[in-house]
C-alpha cells in the first residue's frame, strides 16, 4: 500500500510567520501534486512537482521534490489569512493505476 | 477551458432513501472521472473511477455504486441510504493517464 503521511496535522500561527509543512512517503513516485481545500469547496491543484530535487515557487509559497522522489515539502514565507486552509498532497505513479494517493491533509489557520 | 460541475450542492435525504449525484465536465474529451468521499474536512477516499463510457472501477465495497452513461457525465447512487453516507462528495478528472486532477465544487450530503 502506498501510504503518503502529512506532518504536522494542525497548524495554528501567526500572520507574517513562516511554515513548512511535509509529505513523506516509502514509495517513489513519479509525481506528487499539492492541493489547497477551502471550507466547502473542492481542492485547487497549486504545483506539481515531477523531477527529483526540483524546487518551485509560487509566490511566497515553496514546493520541494526529495532527491528520491519519495517526500515533499511546502514552504510558506510571511503567511497571510488568505493561505489558511487544509492542504493536500498526492501521489502519481506513472505505469500503475490512474488514480493518485492522497495524503490526510495539513489544516493551516493564519490568524490575523 | 475545462470546467467541472457537480449538483446539487448540498442534500438532507433521510435514511432509507435513494441517491442520485451528478458530475459533468466541459471541455475536454474521453477524460478519467472519479469520486471521491471526504469526511471532516480531512483526507480523501477513492471510491469509483472511470477511464471511460460504461468502465466502472470500485475501490471500496459500500452501499454505493456509479455510473458513466456518457463520456463526460458521472453518476453516484445509492439504493437506500445509511447514516454513514453522509459527507461530502467530490468528483474530479483528469487527461487520461495524467496525473493532475481536477476537482467539483463538491456535494454536501447529510443522511439524517
Known amino acids: 500500500t502506498q501510504l503518503l503521511e502529512q506532518s504536522p496535522q494542525f497548524l495554528s500561527i501567526q500572520e507574517g510567520e513562516n511554515l513548512t509543512v511535509y509529505c513523506n512517503s516509502s514509495s517513489v513516485f513519479s509525481s506528487l501534486q499539492w492541493y489547497r481545500q477551502e471550507p466547502g469547496e473542492g481542492p485547487v491543484l497549486l504545483v506539481t512537482v515531477v523531477t527529483g530535487g526540483e524546487v518551485k515557487k509560487l509566490k511566497r509559497l515553496t514546493f520541494q521534490f526529495g532527491d528520491a522522489r519519495k517526500d515533499s515539502s511546502l514552504h510558506i514565507t510571511a503567511a497571510q489569512p488568505g493561505d489558511t486552509g487544509l492542504y493536500l498532497c498526492?501521489?502519481?505513479?506513472?505505469?500503475?493505476?490512474?488514480?493518485?494517493?492522497f495524503g490526510k491533509g495539513t489544516k493551516l489557520t493564519v490568524n490575523p | 477551458s475545462q470546467t467541472i460541475h457537480q449538483w446539487p450542492a448540498t442534500l438532507v435525504q433521510p435514511v432509507g432513501s435513494p441517491l442520485s449525484l451528478e458530475c459533468t465536465v466541459e471541455?475536454?474529451?474521453?477524460?478519467?472521472l472519479y469520486w471521491y468521499r471526504q469526511a471532516a474536512g480531512r483526507g480523501l477516499q477513492l471510491l469509483f473511477y472511470s477511464v471511460g463510457i460504461g468502465q466502472i472501477s470500485s475501490e471500496v465495497p459500500q452501499n454505493l455504486s456509479a455510473s458513466r452513461p456518457q463520456d463526460r457525465q458521472f453518476i453516484l447512487s445509492s439504493k437506500k441510504l445509511l447514516l454513514s453516507d453522509s459527507g461530502f462528495y467530490l468528483c474530479?478528472?483528469?487527461?487520461?493517464?495524467?496525473?493532475?486532477?481536477?476537482f467539483g465544487p463538491g456535494t454536501r450530503l447529510t443522511v439524517l
Open positions: 471541455g475536454t474529451s474521453n477524460p478519467n
Open positions: 498526492a501521489g502519481f505513479r506513472r505505469g500503475g493505476s490512474e488514480k493518485l494517493v
Open positions: 474530479a478528472w483528469s487527461v487520461p493517464w495524467g496525473d493532475e486532477q481536477f
